[in-house]
C-alpha cells in the first residue's frame, strides 16, 4: 500500500462548478501538507501549503487538514477551465529533511 | 526572474549510452532534487542534495548518478543500467534547513529510441 493515495481520476466538471479534490495518507508523522497543480508537460507548481490540520483559503481555492482521519482536501470554488490539470498532493514529516512524498496526482478537466 | 531551468526540454537516448540532464537554480536554494514521473506512479525521488559537495540516494537511484560540485546546479546522468529510463524527469530546490515547499523545473522528457 502506499502511503499516499489519490484518485487519478480524470475528475470532468462543468464550469463554475465546485471541485473537490482529496488525498489520504497512512503516515501519522506528516506535519506539512502541500497541493501542487501541474499543467500538462510542465513541471508542478506550488499551489497550497498548510502545516498540521486546519484549514486555509486562497482566492478560490481552500485546502483542509484532517489529521485524526488521515485525509486532506483541496476545494476549487467557480472551477474554470484554465484549472484545468493535474493536481498533485504531497506531504512531509518534521526533521525528515524537507522531502516530500507525493500522491499520484488526480487530472481535472473543467469544461464549458 | 529567479527560477530552475532544465535542458534540454526533450532528450533521446539510444541503448546502452549514458545521458546527463542538466538543472540549474538562481535562487540560491540549499536543497535540490530529482524526480522521475511516469504515467500512474507520481513522483517517485532519484537523489537529493542539501549541501553542496553532498547528496543522497532517494527510493529509485539504481542506474543514475548525480554530483553537487556548485550550490546552482545539480545534474543528473542516466546509465546504461537503468533498464526502463524513458519518462519524464523533474528537478526541484527548496531552500532546505526548514519544511517548505519545492519550486519545480519545467522538465526533461528523455526517450530510448
Known amino acids: 500500500q502506499k502511503e499516499v493515495e489519490q484518485d487519478p481520476g480524470p475528475l470532468s466538471v462543468p464550469e463554475g462548478a465546485i471541485v473537490s479534490l482529496n488525498c489520504t495518507y497512512s503516515?501519522?508523522?506528516?506535519?506539512?501538507f502541500m497541493w501542487y497543480r501541474q499543467y500538462s508537460r510542465k513541471g508542478p507548481e506550488l499551489l497550497m501549503y498548510?502545516?498540521?490540520?486546519g484549514n486555509k483559503e486562497d482566492g478560490r481555492f481552500t485546502a483542509q487538514v484532517d489529521k485524526s482521519s488521515k485525509y486532506i482536501s483541496l476545494f476549487i470554488r467557480d472551477s474554470q477551465p484554465s484549472d484545468s490539470a493535474t493536481y498533485l498532493c504531497?506531504?512531509?514529516?518534521?526533521?525528515?529533511?524537507?522531502?516530500?512524498?507525493f500522491g499520484t496526482g488526480t487530472q481535472l478537466k473543467v469544461e464549458l | 526572474d529567479g527560477g530552475i531551468t532544465q535542458s534540454p526540454k526533450y532528450l533521446f537516448r539510444k541503448e546502452g549510452q549514458n545521458v546527463t540532464l542538466s538543472c540549474e537554480q538562481n535562487?540560491?536554494?540549499?536543497?535540490m532534487y530529482w524526480y522521475r514521473q511516469d504515467p500512474g506512479q507520481g513522483l517517485r525521488l532519484i537523489y537529493y542534495?542539501?549541501?553542496?559537495?553532498?547528496?543522497q540516494k532517494g527510493d529509485i537511484a539504481e542506474g543514475y548518478s548525480v554530483s553537487r560540485e556548485k550550490k546552482e546546479s545539480f545534474p543528473l546522468t542516466v546509465t546504461s543500467a537503468q533498464k526502463n529510463p524513458t519518462a519524464f524527469y523533474l528537478c526541484?530546490?527548496?531552500?532546505?534547513?526548514?519544511?517548505?515547499?519545492?519550486?519545480f523545473g519545467s522538465g526533461t522528457r528523455l526517450t530510448v529510441v
Open positions: 526541484a530546490s527548496s531552500i532546505g534547513g526548514r519544511q517548505d515547499g519545492y519550486t
Open positions: 503516515n501519522s508523522a506528516f506535519q506539512y
Open positions: 498548510t502545516y498540521s490540520s
Open positions: 504531497a506531504m512531509s514529516v518534521t526533521g525528515g529533511g524537507n522531502k516530500l512524498t
Open positions: 535562487l540560491n536554494h540549499d536543497a
Open positions: 542534495s542539501q549541501i553542496v559537495n553532498d547528496f
